[in-house]
């Protein structure tokens, strides 16, 4: 007898799997999906290790395979233990990352009588048993479903058991319907030749069967099975004429299996490598020679460090085309908020019809053909957010990750909470791949990495549009404190302000940036200093100029805006934060002239208005765009002169030791859009905090300076990469007791790591989240520093209630 350790899909289940005896008819292979008994369930499982012996004493057998095709690759099958195990996350879970997009699905319980009892069985039933008994008679066959919605769920499901083992009733198991199916098309083709097909025509036509006709002969000029729907519309034939031909013999009917195609390929145009400038060439010869060798152990991880501009994409593009003429496939990963048609285009148009494209967005249907195409290999380049690293490409060669600073590459709201970029690095560990992360502003963990030789560091120092000596941007840093002084109270210093009426009167464009949304919308007392927050989750309101109302951004509680202070009854309440609604009213009333977009979720909810923004400021239908920082991702826009930061300081001040890290990155990608065309540009950035590093690292685009003196905080502080760092935090409605269990939580751990005598383990806390309350839970946190949390973590018993995140990536 063989032996499968089975990773079930119940929440019970958690990080353990489960041995299954296998039958002798099924042949099982690690990484297929089975269906198992569990308890009183059948369960959907995936096999992850096969043996000669059980774990345990007594199993039960697998019941039947979902798929002949194993789903799971070897090398999945260890990224998901993998994941398990560094992110402690529930095994099936991670698993779940790697399926058919539309897999997963419950098996429904049917309640049926075997074989009819005597009378005087039923007579000494309980009356509600005899009750459920009688419902179960009455249709031979009742889902338990059914039960339930009759008689309630727990009575249902009592009743039932009773009857189970008085012998009346028995359980059987079917499957939900599927979710997603290939698609399939009915077409016809001729099951005669074309010779016969029009001797038949013209013997139809003398029996006036004109139709019938018609349909023989157009098959009969097609030597391709054609699609049903085509051949009633050509031929204007009805369903009696195919059903008719194809009862005589003459016309085959058959189901085939079409695509869901989300990439359009008709409008795009086929792109050829460019000539490489000396650094590209450099980059890629180094890529390309680790993929020739292709060295199992030791994964090679390239950091391709380049300025907006200097051409990474290229040198993605080439090095993906090396591997494929490898023979290899690769997967491209984007931030969601770059996975535009045009960054989709810039690799489909290399590699015509060789793209699929995994996203949340596509029907389940698309994604599910996309995920058929990968797996069957007819695919050279995935593209998609850090979901796509689980793309089952069947000899991965290269991935790329884009924009790799980025912090939606963390999956933060739910389990597992892994990091796309550890992900793809562990993957390629375990495939031989070739990882390259791409960045202007490269993370400060990576960079050490690089620094210390764990990665391969590349550099593209320059931009190399419209030609390779093209500057970056002049950037101009403005104190707002002179502003003040010099009695100048407009959002606009006299500076952006002068710029900003040159560039709209030259008819050049101008972007103005806004740290966040609503950031720094908050209304303050210039009396007392109060601020108006939401009673329920502790953030600032903010608000909203059109409704003119207070608006919480976690909760959607919203209030009008008080006359007076609700704590000193002062009049003195005023506005001091700005929102881009109130930038745009400002710059209105300054530039008259100018013509005004803003771009901001709140404009963008629609599905294509990004496009269309984006649109209509390429046209130039507009001077000055006005926005968050969804402006600042890859956009290429050459008229732009002039880029405005409202104020820089939005987020130096957050409670996290990356806040000087983001505002580096994004001030550095907003200055990264000037001057893209021939004309050049500058940058202007408004700040309380002029001094600070960050602002003067990204003012005069050095990575380096910031780098130096960020490192050397981190080192300081002992943050990382030089510790690891997990959060934990409990929810609860009910604060104190939320309080009482991360304190309890607390000595939990400094007894276990006293305990355990380890040196390097600290911990922050409890202390409210940063958002104390969101939709009404409390929220307490612990912070964990230390090099071994995973594991020490994993032998410390988390009640429900608790999240753990492992390397947060916001604290
Ligand atoms: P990045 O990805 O680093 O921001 P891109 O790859 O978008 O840079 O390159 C910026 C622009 O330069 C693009 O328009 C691209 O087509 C062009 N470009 C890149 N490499 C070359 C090259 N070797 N020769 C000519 N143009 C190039
Ligand atoms: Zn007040
Ligand atoms: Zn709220």
């Not at 000669?52 to 099958?77: G, K």
């Not at 036509?205 to 391709?224: T, Y």
């Not at 500076?495 to 720094?520: C, H, P, T, W, Y």
Request: hydrophobic letters at 40%.
């Amino acid at each position: 007898m063989r032996y499968a350790e089975v990773c079930v899909n119940s929440p019970v289940a958690q990080r353990q799997i489960f041995s299954y005896a296998i039958p002798h008819r099924l042949s099982i292979n690690v990484g297929q999906a089975v269906w198992v008994p569990f308890g009183e369930k059948l369960l959907q499982g995936i096999v992850l290790e096969l043996s000669d012996y059980p774990a345990v004493e007594e199993t039960r057998e697998i019941v039947d395979i979902i798929e002949p095709r194993p789903v799971l690759s070897p090398a999945q099958v260890s990224l998901a233990y993998w994941i398990s195990d560094h992110y402690l996350s529930p095994l099936f879970n991670s698993v779940a990352l790697m399926l058919p997009p539309g897999f997963e699905r419950k098996a429904l319980t049917f309640i049926s009588i075997p074989s009819i009892p005597d009378d005087s069985d039923l007579s000494s039933l309980p009356q509600e048993q005899r009750r459920a008994f009688d419902l179960v008679q009455k249709q031979d066959k009742v889902s338990l479903r059914q039960l339930e919605r009759t008689l309630g769920k727990q009575k249902a499901q009592r009743t039932v058991s009773q009857l189970v083992k008085r012998g009346l009733v028995t359980r059987s198991y079917e499957l939900e319907p599927v979710k997603a199916k290939p698609k399939e098309e009915l077409y016809l083709s001729l099951a005669i030749d074309a010779g016969e097909a029009q001797q038949e025509a013209a013997r139809s036509r003398e029996k006036r069967a004109h139709k019938q006709a018609a349909l023989l002969d157009f098959l009969a000029q097609l030597s391709r099975p054609v699609p049903l729907a085509e051949a009633r519309q050509k031929t204007k034939c009805d369903k009696a004429t195919v059903d008719a031909l194809v009862q005589k013999g003459l016309v085959t009917a058959q189901h085939i299996e079409v695509r869901r195609e989300p990439i359009s390929y008709q409008d795009i145009t086929q792109s050829y490598p460019l000539t490489l400038t000396a650094a590209q060439e450099s980059a890629f010869r180094s890529i390309s020679q680790s993929l020739a060798q292709k060295s199992e152990e030791h994964p090679d991880v390239f950091l391709l460090h380049g300025v907006t501009g200097s051409g990474k994409t290229e040198v993605y593009l080439q090095a993906l085309a090396e591997a494929v003429r490898l023979g290899k496939q690769g997967i491209v990963l984007v931030p969601e908020i770059s996975l535009t048609p045009q960054t989709i285009e810039r690799f489909a148009s290399r590699f015509p019809g060789k793209v699929a494209v995994l996203h949340s967005k596509l029907s389940l249907g698309e994604q599910f053909d996309e995920w058929q195409r990968i797996r069957n290999g007819e695919v050279d380049v995935v593209i998609g957010p850090r979901s796509a690293t689980f793309a089952p490409q069947p000899d991965l060669g290269l991935v790329v990750i884009d924009e790799e600073h980025e912090w939606t590459y963390k999956q933060h709201d739910k389990s597992p909470r892994y990091h796309a970029r550890d992900a793809a690095i562990k993957l390629a560990e375990l495939t031989g791949a070739v990882v390259i992360l791409g960045s202007a502003t490269p993370d400060v963990e990576s960079f050490y990495h690089a620094q210390k030789g764990d990665f391969r560091l590349l550099q593209l120092p320059e931009r190399v549009t419209p030609s390779e000596s093209s500057p970056l941007p002049q950037v101009k840093i403005v104190d707002l404190r002179d502003e003040l002084k010099a009695g100048n109270r407009s959002l606009f210093s006299r500076s952006l302000s002068r710029a900003i009426a040159k560039a709209v009167a030259d008819s050049e464009q101008v972007m103005l940036f806004l740290n966040r949304r609503g950031a720094a919308t908050f209304i303050q007392c210039r009396n007392c200093g109060f601020v108006l927050g939401c009673r329920r989750c502790e953030v600032a309101l903010t608000h909203h100029l059109a409704e003119d109302t207070l608006v919480c951004h976690q909760c959607n509680y919203r209030i009008p805006v008080p006359q007076l202070c609700p704590r000193c009854s002062s009049q003195r309440i005023k506005f001091l934060g700005v929102g881009t609604q109130r930038l745009e009213q400002e710059a209105s009333n300054t530039f008259p002239q100018a013509r005004l977009l803003r771009w901001d979720s709140d404009v963008t909810k629609g599905k294509h208005s990004h496009q269309e923004i984006l649109k209509k400021f390429r046209a130039h239908e507009a001077d000055i765009l006005i926005g968050t920082q969804m402006i600042t991702k890859g956009l290429d826009l050459p008229q732009v002169t002039l880029v405005g930061v409202a104020n820089a300081d939005t987020g130096l001040n957050l409670p996290d030791f990356r806040a000087g890290e983001r505002t580096f990155q994004l001030l550095s990608q907003v200055a990264g859009r000037a001057g893209r065309g021939p004309l050049g540009g500058q940058v202007i950035i408004q700040t309380y905090s002029p001094e600070h590093y960050a602002i003067q690292a990204a003012a005069k685009h050095d990575y380096a300076l910031f780098y130096d003196q960020e490192i050397t905080y981190r080192r300081q502080l002992n943050n990382p990469p030089f510790t690891r760092l997990a959060s934990l935090v409990y929810t609860h409605t009910n604060d104190a007791l939320c309080h009482r269990e991360a304190e309890r939580m607390k000595r939990l751990l400094i007894d276990e790591r006293d305990a355990k005598g380890i040196a390097d383990l600290s911990l922050i806390g409890p202390a409210p989240a940063f958002i104390h309350r969101l939709r009404g839970r409390f929220r307490w946190q612990l912070i964990l520093r230390g090099s071994e949390l995973p594991a020490f973590l994993s032998q410390i018993s988390i009640p429900q209630g608790w999240t753990v995140d492992i390397d947060p990536v916001g604290l």
